[in-house]
């Protein structure tokens, strides 16, 4: 049996899921995660992001990420499993996020010095301290001027598979290279956390994969190329900055010395990275259209697999490239676990007395409806953020607790029509996914029978199965994507929420209210 190791590098953690397989048969044999607000203090991150005066923007720190990588293979070296078997290695990451790089990384990241850590040789190699993220939502101008240079947010999203967003890496480009023409000038390669990542495993600069490169407004979806439109549109000579695209699933190189020689590996591939939906479409099972798969992590995402990039015409979602080779139709809401973490410490809650407060009152909240925008949204698109109520109360804990998951999933439920997906059933994921009550008012207002999955972190788990997909592939027996996930990324049949046909009346009902207290609240934004 081999070993097929996947991390996922999310906006507040680093987690490892490390796969044993055969052809037969497969088996989580590790999982671990690191919080880096708790492991690496000495960055003074919040929820992963560093703290800002304003509210639009939103940067964290790369070497964050290099020193959780480094401190989790250390972990997993110290496991006791025989890791001569490791065979391949692939990750997920946050999404848009970029990395910068000055020239002296072509040769550094060839010749790191096992004898050292890492994030002290990588250190010197950044052209930017920081790396914006997907929170970032302070590039408005950017996204404007993108769009009026390629001829339009149709064209664009035609293109690219979505309009211009403040959070997608064109925009976060062009506002670094216009705020730092000099730290831009020095900037040899561009990345996202993903192709980063990769690039510290093997050695020398990563391709990107079409999934994750999907989210850049750069690239075109068709041809899985850049599009150079876009690319000149949004900096200067930024075509030789950034890497080439690669196949979704595809080796990029083997373990590099450094991390043979530090932590005893053998020279594992390394299998292109993507972005945490993509690896989750896979993660939570999703290789075939007509499911709905829904993450309830730091962002919440609606998403599901299509065969044809069917684009949004109401620029509210985006289409992705598939790890599998194909399409996927996603819509992102910002204000998701924080939010609901926001109500439940508001009210001094644990989950526990959360969840009962969601089970003992009754489905619409009598009519009261919230918009949870504590942080910008992404979902409808509102800059200037604040939470608005409508005939809630600002103390009625009852209210509040129901008032913001309903919000939520009704938000999830009306943004997510254009996909045209006939639900009746959602794989559900994320660290909000333990929370059966939550999923109850899913089920619900989807009127879909809502499932839990054996392994909470699809991300990762997504990950570990492009690592053995990728590595059977490499080694001459390709593999349908049906049998990686055969038989064991099943959802729970036990875990089955069916909806209440009483409470999804209501919400049929309530969905209308909703969309017109959105209206009334971007009208007065
Ligand atoms: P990430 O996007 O960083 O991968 P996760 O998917 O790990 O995030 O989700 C982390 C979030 O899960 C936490 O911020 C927390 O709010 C939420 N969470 C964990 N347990 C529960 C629970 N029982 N009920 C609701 N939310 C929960
Ligand atoms: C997707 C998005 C978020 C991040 C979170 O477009 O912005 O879901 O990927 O990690």
């Known amino acids: ?18 796969l044993e397989a055969d052809d037969r048969h497969r088996r989580v044999v590790f999982e671990s995660s690191i919080s880096f607000d708790e492991a690496f203090p000495k960055y003074g991150t919040r929820h992963g992001v560093l703290p800002n005066a304003d509210q639009v923007t939103a940067v964290s ?13 250390d972990r997993l070296s110290k496991t006791g499993l025989d890791l001569t078997h ?25 010749s790191l010095d096992p ?7 990588i ?82 600069h990563a391709p990107m994969d079409p999934g994750d490169g999907s989210g850049m407004n750069l690239m075109d979806l068709a041809a899985c190329q850049w599009w150079a439109p876009a690319v000149d549109s949004t900096a200067p000579g930024l075509g030789a900055k950034l890497p080439p695209v690669t196949r979704a699933s595809s080796v990029v190189g083997t373990l590099s010395s450094y991390w043979q020689k530090r932590f005893g590996l053998p020279a594992a591939r390394v299998i292109a990275w993507s972005g945490d939906n993509p690896c989750s479409l896979v993660g939570v099972g999703l290789v075939r259209e007509g499911r709905l798969a829904i993450s309830l992590g730091t962002s919440d995402t609606v998403f599901g697999l299509m065969r044809e990039p069917r684009v949004d015409k109401t620029g509210t979602g985006h289409v992705f490239g598939s790890p599998t080779g194909d ?50 949204e992404i979902t409808p698109t509102v ?76 991300a990762a788990l997504g990950a570990a199965l492009m690592a053995l997909h990728g590595s059977a592939t490499a080694e001459g027996r390709p593999m349908a994507w049906d049998d990686v996930i055969s038989q064991f990324v099943e959802p729970m049949a036990e875990s089955a929420l069916n909806p209440d046909p009483r409470n999804r009346a209501v919400y049929a009902d ?14 007065h934004a």
């Open 327 to 376: 399409y996927m139709g996603l819509t992102c809401f910002k204000n998701g676990s924080l939010a609901r973490e926001k109500i439940r410490d508001q009210f001094g809650l644990s989950w526990q007395s959360f969840s009962e407060i969601l089970r003992r009152t009754p489905a619409g909240n009598g009519g009261r409806i919230m918009l949870p925008w504590f942080e910008p």
């Open 86 to 110: 490791l065979a391949a290695v692939s990750g997920s990451a946050q999404q848009h996020g970029s990395v910068y790089l000055n020239a002296t990384a072509r040769s550094g990241l060839a």
């Open 510 to 523: 309530l969905i209308g209210k909703y969309a017109d207290c959105e209206r009334q609240a971007l009208a």
């Open 123 to 204: 250190a010197p190699m950044l052209s930017r301290a920081v790396s914006p993220i997907w929170m970032d939502s302070s590039t408005s101008a950017e996204c404007a001027e993108i769009e009026a240079a390629v001829g339009g947010d149709r064209a664009l999203a035609q293109h690219t598979g979505s309009r211009a967003f403040e959070r997608f890496t064109a925009a976060q480009i062009r506002k670094f290279a216009k705020q730092d023409a000099g730290g831009y000038a020095s900037t040899d390669r561009i990345h996202l956390v993903s192709s980063f990542l990769a690039s510290l495993l093997t050695g020398a």
């Open 1 to 18: 049996m081999s070993l097929y190791l996947g991390l996922d590098s999310s906006t507040q953690s680093l987690t490892a899921i490390l």
């Open 61 to 73: 720190p790369p070497l964050l990420w290099v020193d959780a990588l480094e401190s989790m293979f």
């Open 383 to 458: 800059l200037d953020p604040g939470v608005r109520r409508f005939g809630l109360s600002e103390n009625d804990v009852d209210g509040n607790v129901r008032g913001v998951i309903e919000a939520q999933q009704l938000a999830m439920a009306l943004h997510s029509r254009w996909m045209d997906v006939e639900v009746d059933s959602i794989h559900a994921t994320g660290g909000a996914a333990a929370n059966r009550d939550i999923l109850q008012v899913m089920a619900d207002v989807f009127g879909a029978v809502v499932y839990q999955l054996q392994v909470g972190n699809s």
């Open 115 to 121: 004898a050292r850590p890492l994030a002290e040789q």
